[in-house]
């Protein structure tokens, strides 16, 4: 579906809702900002816009009863029917609830219902009453139209309901708002009655022409609902549903224990992982997990499937049970699937902390007083820079550090960890620490780079820009400067850097795999050149990139961490001899 004309649609049906229940058309900021929090954001956090919290409301009532109809025990419909014969519509083959969604604004003085306010008339029989009770005429002259899977004869039972967010405030409420059965018995000996003697009252309808009244009209209520209000008031429930975000967490609680009813040993091996991980304890907040992600697909799809009033497919409007529980159980194995990327990604993360808080121990350990600033300055800016991305929409940051350190890819993926693969990021993030140390001003490049690119300058000097790859010792120097070498000629991001950038090659394995002591073919074979000692040399290497050997590193380390030294990074006579030492050629 198209996003455009999907956030245009609720766009109208916000300015709609708000002038009918509003009176007033909101700004163009404001419904903008509505359909925002809807779709892509969380619903109960629309900030000021409290008065539009209503048209919220009516999606959570119609979802809510869309879980309702999944336990069995609680529920008699197959069928929700969400803003075709009132906001919502319970329906099966013998009986149909309508339910009208009434809100009053939660952060206002008059939160509670009273009976005047259910039975206030403007221009006739319009009421929250009167439409909720005149659904049933309009129903069964509608009968053959109504887009359902059931089978409606005319001898069905029918239910009446407000769903509010509001409580009552008027005792001659009380029996409706306890009347849970939709079979009040005793309305006729309620001293306190009154809303039966109002909906009898007659309303006089003016006729004008041209803002004169030329005539009146008189409509009595019995006469349209074929009905007397008592027999509608016996049948008529006024449910409190709590504030947005109590029913939000009560569809939450249902859902939570439907998946954990229907889960079963699905959820065992990831349970079981989030348990050795400590990222959630219990069941509880396992499911709720699930049942949260569960949540916000069903509002978006019910969105979806109803956002145009000119529906060409009224069947659109209906959800019956087979789909919705069809739909749930793919989005949970969504949410197993997100969950299990969830735990990967904290344990991705976890291992940069545990190496930003090593290194900090280290430095205030072992390192030169005149150094420690710098040092934990660079270090925290690094973990600042890595947090920022994930904040910023990069959920996949640590995961895209790792392949481009180890793999030279930028796949989101976890990358595949051994045991010692710790030691070797915290030793790049260490080498990364140093040569940033020299910067006042430093970025890490967050592009669809396949190396892993920083950069740093002071001042308007210009970008030095540094990239590594550690080796892990899997490969020799030589065997790593092709393979960087290859990929940095399919990465299209640094074929577009126009300037150089220097390459360090780290945990290089210094093992030959045959030593000339122990080779067969030497007394047979005279040698004349020793390859593995020039194979550096030979590698036709891109004028742009200068490789530097991690010796380099290590040498800054053991001279600047020398008890002697008083210098630190931000000395201009050191940053010079930095600058000197990696334009030196390796020998």
């Known amino acids: 579906m198209d996003d455009k004309e999907l956030e245009q649609s609720l766009l109208y049906k916000?300015?709609?809702?708000?002038?009918?229940?509003?009176?007033?058309?909101?700004?163009?900021?404001?419904?903008?900002?509505?359909?925002?929090?809807?779709?892509?954001?969380?619903?109960?956090?629309?900030?000021?816009?409290?008065?539009?919290?209503?048209?919220?409301?009516?999606?959570?009532?119609?979802?809510?009863?869309?879980?309702?109809?999944?336990?069995?025990?609680?529920?008699?419909?197959?069928?929700?029917?969400?803003?075709?014969?009132?906001?919502?519509?319970?329906?099966?083959?013998?009986?149909?609830?309508?339910?009208?969604?009434?809100?009053?604004?939660?952060?206002?003085?008059?939160r509670h219902l009273k009976a005047s306010t259910l039975l206030k008339r403007d221009s006739g029989l319009d009421s929250w009453l009167d439409t909720l009770f005149l659904n049933l005429p309009g129903f069964e002259l509608r009968l053959n139209t109504i887009p359902t899977q059931c089978n409606i004869t005319k001898e069905f039972g029918v239910q009446f309901e407000i769903a509010t967010n509001a409580s009552y405030d008027n005792k001659g409420l009380k029996c409706y708002a306890q009347n849970d059965t939709y079979q009040l018995s005793d309305i006729g000996n309620i001293k306190d009655e009154n809303l039966a003697a109002n909906l009898n009252k007659s309303f006089i309808k003016k006729i004008k022409e041209k803002g004169k009244v030329v005539s009146t009209e008189t409509i009595q209520f019995h006469e349209l609902a074929k009905h007397d209000p008592e027999w509608f008031l016996q049948r008529f429930y006024l449910n409190h549903l709590g504030c947005m975000t109590n029913l939000k967490e009560k569809i939450i609680g249902k859902l939570s224990d439907y998946c954990k009813r229907d889960l079963g040993s699905a959820k065992k091996v990831v349970h079981a992982e989030f348990q050795s991980k400590k990222r959630l304890s219990g069941d509880g907040l396992f499911y709720d997990y699930v049942a949260r992600k569960v949540f916000k697909q069903l509002l978006l799809r019910v969105i979806e499937r109803t956002h145009k009033d000119d529906l060409p497919e009224k069947m659109l409007l209906v959800f019956n049970k087979s789909e919705i529980t069809e739909w749930i159980q793919d989005w949970q194995q969504n949410a197993l699937m997100d969950i299990q990327r969830d735990v990967e990604q904290a344990v991705q993360r976890g291992q940069f902390v545990k190496c930003f808080e090593e290194l900090r121990e280290e430095i205030d350990a072992s390192w030169n007083t005149s150094l420690k600033v710098d040092l934990i300055n660079t270090l925290g800016w690094m973990y600042d820079n890595l947090e920022h991305e994930v904040i910023n929409g990069n959920p996949y940051v640590y995961e895209q550090f790792l392949n481009r350190l180890f793999y030279l890819n930028n796949s989101q993926l976890p990358s595949l960890q051994r045991m010692s693969d710790k030691f070797y990021l915290k030793e790049s993030l260490k080498y990364m620490m140093i040569c940033l140390a020299f910067y006042p001003d430093r970025n890490f490049l967050f592009h669809d780079a396949q190396l892993l690119f920083k950069q740093g300058r002071q001042g308007d000097e210009a970008w030095s820009i540094f990239?590594?790859?550690?080796?892990?010792?899997?490969?020799?120097?030589?065997?790593?400067?092709?393979?960087?070498?290859?990929?940095?000629?399919?990465?299209?991001?640094?074929?577009?850097?126009?300037?150089?950038?220097?390459?360090?090659?780290?945990?290089?394995?210094?093992?030959?795999?045959?030593?000339?002591?122990?080779?067969?073919?030497?007394a047979l074979i005279p040698i004349t050149h020793n390859h593995d000692a020039d194979e550096g040399q030979i590698i036709d290497q891109p004028q742009h990139i200068k490789f530097q050997n991690q010796d380099k590193i290590n040498l800054i380390i053991n001279r600047f961490n020398d008890p002697a030294n008083f210098r630190t990074f931000s000395d201009h006579q050191m940053r010079e001899a930095w600058h000197k030492l990696i334009n030196t050629k390796d020998e």
């Not at 999944?70 to 083959?93: K, P």
């Not at 030589?478 to 300037?499: P, V, Y």
Request: hydrophobic share 35%; net charge negative; with cysteine.
């Open 467 to 522: 990239t590594m790859y550690n080796a892990r010792e899997k490969e020799n120097y030589s065997h790593a400067l092709r393979k960087i070498i290859s990929r940095s000629r399919d990465c299209m991001f640094t074929q577009s850097l126009q300037q150089t950038y220097y390459c360090f090659v780290t945990n290089e394995d210094k093992t030959p795999s045959v030593l000339v002591g122990n080779d067969p073919f030497a």
């Open 14 to 110: 916000v300015n709609r809702y708000s002038e009918k229940h509003l009176k007033r058309i909101p700004s163009e900021e404001e419904a903008r900002c509505a359909v925002r929090y809807l779709l892509h954001e969380d619903p109960d956090d629309l900030g000021g816009l409290t008065a539009l919290r209503g048209f919220v409301y009516q999606y959570y009532v119609a979802i809510h009863y869309m879980i309702e109809m999944l336990h069995e025990e609680n529920a008699w419909w197959s069928e929700v029917i969400f803003e075709f014969l009132d906001d919502v519509a319970l329906l099966s083959n013998e009986k149909i609830r309508f339910v009208q969604v009434k809100t009053v604004r939660e952060d206002g003085q008059d």
